[in-house]
C-alpha cells in the first residue's frame, strides 16, 4: 500500500515506468497465482504458467512500441555474447534431424521469448530507485507464496482448494506444486531480504517495510527448512555466504536491522526443524556417492549418450527416448538404485541436458552467456557484484540439480529480471533511424499481433486443460469434455490417448477389436518419441486384444528391462501369465475331449 502511493506521486515516474510497473505487478503479483485444477507436471500442465507467458507477452509487445516511439533500442553492453544462447539452441534445432516437434517449437519459444523479454526490461529506462521498487513487488510476491507454503504445511490447504494447490502430506509445495520450487523460490526471497536491508535507502523507509523484510526472512527461512529441501537449504546458504562476503560494510551500517533479520531466520529455521532432519538424510545420501543417490546414475548414463553424439546433440525433446533405451543396458550391467526409478524426462542437470540434446553447438551458447555475465559482476564491482551473483545463486544451483524451469516460468522470468539488473550497468543506445519508416512500425505492430495471438492460444490452453480434468473427474465416462484439448497442438497427444484407450476398452466389452488396432497404430509411433510406462501397459493389453501374444510379451518384456520394478507392468505381466496358463489348461481339456472314443449307441 505504501510502496503503491509512492509510485503514484513519484515524479521521477514518466509513462514508460508507470506502464512498466503495472504490467510488472501483473506478471509477479497477479499470473503467478492463477490456479485452477490441473493434473500437475510441467509447462503448459500447470496453469500459472500459461498466465505468466500472457502478461510477458505483453510487456515484449509494450517495449517495441517504445523502440519505435524512441527510434531507439537500449542493449546491455553483452547482448551479442547473451544472444549466443538462443543463437546456439536455434542452430541445434534446425540442424539435429530427430528433434520432438511439439518440444522443439516449445522449447525454442521459451527461450527467444525469454531473451526478447530480458532486452524489453532495458526500453522502459528505469533509474536505480525503479529497479528497488521492482525488487520490493517481487519481494511482496515473496510473501505470498511463503504464505501458500504456510497454509500448505499446517492445514494442507483442503479448504482452499479452489485458490491453491492441496498438499496431502502437509508439504510446502507453494503455487509451484512442487516442494523443491517453492524452496529455492524461498531462498532467493530470503536472500532478497537481506539485499534490500543493505541497501541505504531502507534506513529511510517506514518501520512498517522494515517490518516487512523481517516476515519474509521469517516466513522464507520455515519454509526452507520444513520443505526438507537440499537445493533450497544449500541455496539459502551459499547466497547469504555471496551477500556477507561483498555487502558486510553495508550490513554494519544498517546493523539493528541485520540482526533483526538474523533473530527471524533462525527463528523461522527453528519453526520449522523438523524439516531439517529429511535434508540432513538427503545430504548424506548425496555425499554417499553413486551407490547412494540416484542422480549420479542419471548424469553417468546421460554423459555417455552425449558421447554418441557430441557436436549437435540427439535433438530437441529427444532425451526421454534415448535415455530410456540406454538405461536398459546399465541396468543390466550395475545393480542401481536406476532400476526402481520412475521415466525421466530431464537428467536434473541442465548443462547435461543441453549436452544430450544439443551437444557442443548449444553448450557454447550456455557457456559464453555465463562467462559474460560473470564478467559483468566483476565490472560492477566488489559490493554490488557479489550482492548481484548471491541473488543469482539460488536458481542458478537449483537448474544443476533438477528441472525449475520446465516446470516454473515464474522461476525463468525472476531470474532474466535479475540478470537484467546484473546487465543494466554499462548499457547503450542504437538508433532505429536507419530503418525504413515501414519496417519500424512493422516491428511494433508485428508483436502487438504476436501478443494477441499468444494470449488467445493461452486462454484456449487453459480451457484444453480445464477439459481434460473434467473428463478424469467423471470416470472418463463423457468424452464431449476433450473436444478443445483434441484441438489444442499441446494436449492433443495427452488427448488421443485417452480417447483411444477408452475407445479400445469399450471395445473389449462390446467384442469389437478395431479400437485395439486403432490403439496400437498410435501407440507405436508414439512410444517411439515418448516412451511412456501407461503407454507401453496399454500397448500390451491392445496386442491381447487382437491375439497377438508374441508382440504383447515383446512390448511387456521392452517395458520391463527399461522399468522393472514398476508394480503396474509387474501386475500385468502376472495376470497375463495367470490368463495364459488357464487358456493352455482349457484348450488342453477340449484337445482331451476331442480324443476320447464315442461310446456305441445302445
Given at each position: 500500500?505504501?510502496?503503491?502511493?509512492?509510485?503514484?506521486?513519484?515524479?521521477?515516474?514518466?509513462?514508460?515506468?508507470?506502464?512498466?510497473?503495472?504490467?510488472?505487478?501483473?506478471?509477479?503479483?497477479?499470473?503467478?497465482?492463477?490456479?485452477?485444477?490441473?493434473?500437475?507436471?510441467?509447462?503448459?500442465?500447470?496453469?500459472?504458467?500459461?498466465?505468466?507467458?500472457?502478461?510477458?507477452?505483453?510487456?515484449?509487445?509494450?517495449?517495441?512500441?517504445?523502440?519505435?516511439?524512441?527510434?531507439?533500442?537500449?542493449?546491455?553492453?553483452?547482448?551479442?555474447?547473451?544472444?549466443?544462447?538462443?543463437?546456439?539452441?536455434?542452430?541445434?534445432?534446425?540442424?539435429?534431424?530427430?528433434?520432438?516437434?511439439?518440444?522443439?517449437?516449445?522449447?525454442?519459444?521459451?527461450?527467444?521469448?525469454?531473451?526478447?523479454?530480458?532486452?524489453?526490461?532495458?526500453?522502459?529506462?528505469?533509474?536505480?530507485?525503479?529497479?528497488?521498487?521492482?525488487?520490493?513487488?517481487?519481494?511482496?510476491?515473496?510473501?505470498?507464496?511463503?504464505?501458500?507454503?504456510?497454509?500448505?504445511?499446517?492445514?494442507?490447504?483442503?479448504?482452499?482448494?479452489?485458490?491453491?494447490?492441496?498438499?496431502?502430506?502437509?508439504?510446502?509445495?507453494?503455487?509451484?506444486?512442487?516442494?523443491?520450487?517453492?524452496?529455492?523460490?524461498?531462498?532467493?526471497?530470503?536472500?532478497?531480504?537481506?539485499?534490500?536491508?543493505?541497501?541505504?535507502?531502507?534506513?529511510?523507509?517506514?518501520?512498517?517495510?522494515?517490518?516487512?523484510?523481517?516476515?519474509?526472512?521469517?516466513?522464507?527461512?520455515?519454509?526452507?527448512?520444513?520443505?526438507?529441501?537440499?537445493?533450497?537449504?544449500?541455496?539459502?546458504?551459499?547466497?547469504?555466504?555471496?551477500?556477507?562476503?561483498?555487502?558486510?560494510?553495508?550490513?554494519?551500517?544498517?546493523?539493528?536491522?541485520?540482526?533483526?533479520?538474523?533473530?527471524?531466520?533462525?527463528?523461522?529455521?527453528?519453526?520449522?526443524?523438523?524439516?531439517?532432519?529429511?535434508?540432513?538424510?538427503?545430504?548424506?545420501?548425496?555425499?554417499?556417492?553413486?551407490?547412494?543417490?540416484?542422480?549420479?546414475?542419471?548424469?553417468?548414463?546421460?554423459?555417455?549418450?552425449?558421447?554418441?553424439?557430441?557436436?549437435?546433440?540427439?535433438?530437441?525433446?529427444?532425451?526421454?527416448?534415448?535415455?530410456?533405451?540406454?538405461?536398459?543396458?546399465?541396468?543390466?550391467?550395475?545393480?542401481?538404485?536406476?532400476?526402481?526409478?520412475?521415466?525421466?524426462?530431464?537428467?536434473?542437470?541442465?548443462?547435461?541436458?543441453?549436452?544430450?540434446?544439443?551437444?557442443?553447438?548449444?553448450?557454447?551458447?550456455?557457456?559464453?552467456?555465463?562467462?559474460?555475465?560473470?564478467?559483468?559482476?566483476?565490472k560492477a564491482g566488489w559490493q554490488r557484484g557479489w550482492g548481484y551473483a548471491a541473488l543469482l545463486f539460488p536458481l542458478v544451483f537449483h537448474t544443476q540439480v533438477e528441472l525449475p524451469f520446465y516446470i516454473s516460468n515464474t522461476h525463468w522470468f525472476l531470474l532474466l529480471f535479475l540478470l537484467f539488473l546484473t546487465h543494466q550497468h554499462g548499457k547503450k543506445s542504437v538508433k532505429t533511424q536507419k530503418l525504413s519508416m515501414a519496417a519500424?512500425?512493422?516491428?511494433?505492430?508485428?508483436?502487438?499481433?504476436?501478443?494477441?495471438?499468444?494470449?488467445?492460444?493461452?486462454?484456449?490452453?487453459?480451457?484444453?486443460?480445464?477439459?481434460?480434468?473434467?473428463?478424469?473427474?467423471?470416470?472418463?465416462?463423457?468424452?464431449?469434455?476433450?473436444?478443445?484439448?483434441?484441438?489444442?497442438?499441446?494436449?492433443?497427444?495427452?488427448?488421443?490417448?485417452?480417447?483411444?484407450?477408452?475407445?479400445?476398452?469399450?471395445?473389449?466389452?462390446?467384442?469389437?477389436?478395431?479400437?485395439?488396432?486403432?490403439?496400437?497404430?498410435?501407440?507405436?509411433?508414439?512410444?517411439?518419441?515418448?516412451?511412456?510406462?501407461?503407454?507401453?501397459?496399454?500397448?500390451?493389453?491392445?496386442?491381447?486384444?487382437?491375439?497377438?501374444?508374441?508382440?504383447?510379451?515383446?512390448?511387456?518384456?521392452?517395458?520391463?528391462?527399461?522399468?522393472?520394478?514398476?508394480?503396474?507392468?509387474?501386475?500385468?505381466?502376472?495376470?497375463?501369465?495367470?490368463?495364459?496358463?488357464?487358456?493352455?489348461?482349457?484348450?488342453?481339456?477340449?484337445?482331451?475331449?476331442?480324443?476320447?472314443?464315442?461310446?456305441s449307441q445302445p
Amino acid at each position: 500500500m505504501i510502496l503503491g502511493q509512492q509510485l503514484e506521486h513519484d515524479p521521477s515516474l514518466k509513462k514508460p515506468q508507470r506502464l512498466f510497473f503495472i504490467l510488472f505487478g501483473c506478471l509477479f503479483l497477479i499470473a503467478p497465482f492463477y490456479y485452477q485444477p490441473n493434473l500437475g507436471g510441467e509447462g503448459l500442465f500447470l496453469p500459472y504458467n500459461g498466465a505468466i507467458w500472457i502478461v510477458a507477452s505483453w510487456i515484449i509487445a509494450s517495449a517495441s512500441f517504445l523502440i519505435y516511439k524512441n527510434q531507439k533500442i537500449v542493449l546491455p553492453k553483452y547482448w551479442l555474447g547473451l544472444a549466443l544462447f538462443p543463437i546456439g539452441a536455434l542452430a541445434t534445432g534446425f540442424i539435429a534431424d530427430k528433434n520432438n516437434p511439439t518440444e522443439w517449437i516449445v522449447r525454442l519459444s521459451v527461450i527467444i521469448g525469454g531473451y526478447l523479454f530480458f532486452l524489453s526490461l532495458f526500453q522502459f529506462q528505469l533509474k536505480s530507485k525503479h529497479i528497488e521498487r521492482s525488487l520490493y513487488i517481487i519481494l511482496a510476491m515473496g510473501l505470498i507464496a511463503a504464505a501458500y507454503g504456510v497454509i500448505q504445511t499446517l492445514t494442507g490447504a483442503t479448504n482452499l482448494a479452489f485458490m491453491m494447490p492441496v498438499s496431502t502430506n502437509h508439504s510446502p509445495v507453494g503455487i509451484f506444486q512442487q516442494v523443491n520450487l517453492q524452496a529455492s523460490f524461498m531462498a532467493t526471497l530470503l536472500v532478497l531480504t537481506y539485499y534490500l536491508s543493505s541497501r541505504p535507502t531502507v534506513r529511510t523507509f517506514s518501520f512498517l517495510i522494515q517490518a516487512t523484510l523481517l516476515i519474509a526472512a521469517l516466513g522464507a527461512s520455515y519454509n526452507i527448512a520444513t520443505s526438507g529441501s537440499r537445493v533450497g537449504l544449500l541455496g539459502a546458504a551459499l547466497g547469504l555466504l555471496c551477500l556477507f562476503i561483498g555487502r558486510w560494510k553495508l550490513f554494519r551500517q544498517t546493523k539493528i536491522i541485520f540482526i533483526a533479520l538474523i533473530i527471524a531466520t533462525l527463528a523461522g529455521g527453528i519453526l520449522g526443524k523438523s524439516g531439517l532432519e529429511k535434508t540432513a538424510d538427503k545430504v548424506d545420501r548425496a555425499i554417499g556417492g553413486v551407490s547412494a543417490d540416484v542422480r549420479w546414475h542419471i548424469y553417468s548414463l546421460s554423459l555417455d549418450i552425449f558421447a554418441q553424439a557430441p557436436l549437435i546433440g540427439h535433438g530437441l525433446g529427444s532425451f526421454q527416448k534415448v535415455f530410456q533405451e540406454e538405461r536398459i543396458e546399465y541396468q543390466q550391467q550395475t545393480d542401481s538404485s536406476l532400476r526402481s526409478s520412475p521415466r525421466f524426462s530431464h537428467p536434473h542437470n541442465e548443462l547435461i541436458f543441453w549436452l544430450v540434446e544439443g551437444g557442443i553447438v548449444s553448450i557454447i551458447g550456455i557457456l559464453a552467456a555465463a562467462i559474460y555475465t560473470l564478467v559483468q559482476l566483476f565490472k560492477a564491482g566488489w559490493q554490488r557484484g557479489w550482492g548481484y551473483a548471491a541473488l543469482l545463486f539460488p536458481l542458478v544451483f537449483h537448474t544443476q540439480v533438477e528441472l525449475p524451469f520446465y516446470i516454473s516460468n515464474t522461476h525463468w522470468f525472476l531470474l532474466l529480471f535479475l540478470l537484467f539488473l546484473t546487465h543494466q550497468h554499462g548499457k547503450k543506445s542504437v538508433k532505429t533511424q536507419k530503418l525504413s519508416m515501414a519496417a519500424q512500425r512493422t516491428i511494433p505492430i508485428s508483436f502487438v499481433a504476436i501478443s494477441i495471438f499468444t494470449t488467445i492460444t493461452l486462454i484456449q490452453t487453459q480451457i484444453a486443460s480445464a477439459g481434460i480434468v473434467s473428463y478424469l473427474q467423471r470416470n472418463q465416462s463423457q468424452p464431449q469434455y476433450l473436444r478443445s484439448s483434441l484441438e489444442s497442438a499441446y494436449f492433443r497427444e495427452y488427448t488421443t490417448y485417452l480417447l483411444l484407450r477408452r475407445n479400445m476398452l469399450i471395445g473389449i466389452s462390446n467384442h469389437n477389436k478395431k479400437p485395439a488396432q486403432d490403439y496400437i497404430d498410435w501407440a507405436e509411433q508414439s512410444v517411439k518419441v515418448t516412451p511412456a510406462i501407461v503407454t507401453y501397459r496399454d500397448l500390451a493389453i491392445a496386442y491381447d486384444i487382437i491375439g497377438k501374444e508374441q508382440e504383447r510379451d515383446q512390448v511387456l518384456n521392452k517395458a520391463l528391462s527399461m522399468f522393472p520394478t514398476h508394480s503396474g507392468l509387474l501386475e500385468l505381466q502376472q495376470k497375463l501369465r495367470i490368463k495364459d496358463k488357464n487358456a493352455l489348461k482349457t484348450k488342453n481339456v477340449e484337445s482331451s475331449s476331442q480324443a476320447q472314443p464315442q461310446a456305441s449307441q445302445p
